[in-house]
């Protein structure tokens, strides 16, 4: 583990979908967001959980869609609901995906939701890397 | 009982502040600045690949940036602006990129700009 990371992850390791590999958040970047109340961030986090670790990941990307990011993975899932504070759930907005950004080293740079692609729901909008997971999918 | 994972227990132990503030953060290892100026949950969409908006889900109103490849920009800023005791104003990052954008970004960076000033947010230096 990242001597920083302070929430891990087991996530689909991009490098053999057979087993799993440990991904992380580093503390500073949480702490900020507890200090600044950034609520509504934190409580994503529990999407990232469900999409990293219980099964919710539906694709696999890699690469970021743009320069010197190849090495870099997109882990997307598709939760049927959302939580838009640490106490409140609510349904998933609709047409969305759910993306967990992360580095090639592990560290989970970004996680948000983002509107399916109009030519392909299963794809993300904005993302065009090459996909890794599940095998046999264009 | 199952055991409870690092989220479970880091949100446990770490309430968030009642008031969103916002804020914005350089991260070295990704090469990218992300904003916050509303604590709205959030959506985002990618507009070039050098900006992704974070925009609310309830009213579609921009509440955030994220910003690539960013580390060019920020060190040549010393070089053109000054930079007051705090560190860089955020509204001169998001100009600096208004140059090379596409019609639909270049108005997003203003907006991001003017949101920045009205709410005159700093980018601190720190470390990754």
């Known amino acids: ?37 950034h609520d509504a961030k934190l409580a994503q986090l529990k999407l990232v959980e469900e999409i990293l670790e219980k099964g919710g990941t539906e694709r696999l990307y890699g690469g970021w869609s743009r320069a010197e990011t190849d090495d870099c993975f997109v882990y997307v899932g598709r939760p049927n609901h959302n939580w838009t504070s640490l106490t409140i759930e609510t349904p998933a907005p609709k047409g969305c995906l759910f993306l967990v950004f992360v580095l090639p080293d592990g560290t ?17 909008s904005g993302v065009t890397g090459e996909l890794l997971w599940p095998p046999n999918q264009t | ?25 350089l991260d070295k290892q990704s090469d990218t600045l992300t904003a916050y100026f509303e604590g709205d949950a959030d959506y985002s969409k990618r507009l070039s690949d050098h900006l992704t908006l974070y925009l609310s889900l309830e009213t579609d109103e921009i509440v955030g940036c994220r910003v690539k490849g960013i580390s060019g920009i920020i060190e040549d800023l010393p070089n053109f602006i000054r930079i007051n005791h705090k560190g860089v104003e955020l509204s001169i ?3 600096a990129f208004t140059g090379g954008a596409e019609e639909e970004s270049r108005k ?21």
């Open chain 2, 93 to 95: 990052v998001f100009f």
């Open chain 2, 1 to 25: 009982m199952a055991a409870k994972s690092d989220l479970e227990r880091f949100l446990r132990e770490n309430q968030p502040a009642k008031k969103f503030v916002p804020y914005c953060f």
């Open chain 1, 108 to 124: 989970i740079a970004d996680w948000t939701w983002r509107q399916c692609s109009e030519d392909d729901p299963s794809c993300p």
């Open chain 1, 1 to 37: 583990m990242k001597t920083r990371w302070i929430v891990t992850f087991k996530a689909i390791d991009p490098r053999n979908p057979t087993k799993t590999w440990e991904v992380g958040l580093f503390e500073r970047r949480l702490k900020m967001m507890v200090q600044q109340g």
């Open chain 2, 108 to 128: 997003a960076l203003k907006d991001l700009a003017r949101v920045a000033t009205e709410r005159e947010m700093v980018l601190e230096p720190c470390s990754a």
